[in-house]
């Protein structure tokens, strides 16, 4: 179960696919997952740890609630 915080990419990608998502797919500056009609970038490699903002950015996006996050 992820904390809701800082992750590692590697960590983000694995968790969004639990919840539905495919990919990582190559597109324009940034890759992008799938789940149905949602579509949620990923960040970049080369920049660290995803801060609890940028994660919580990507959530809301990708429709997750902090809850649901927290219990894959």
Do not use: Y
Request: charged residues 25%; glycine residues 12%; proline residues 7%.
């Amino acid at each position: 179960m992820p904390t809701f915080g800082p992750i590692k990419r590697r960590e983000l990608i694995q968790c969004l696919r639990t919840l539905g998502f495919e990919g990582p797919f190559s597109g324009g500056k940034h890759q992008f997952m799938v789940r149905g009609d949602v579509t949620v970038r990923v960040p970049n490699p080369h920049q660290g740890d995803i801060s609890k903002e940028l994660l919580s950015r990507i959530l809301r996006q990708a429709g997750v609630s902090k809850d649901e996050w927290e219990q894959i």
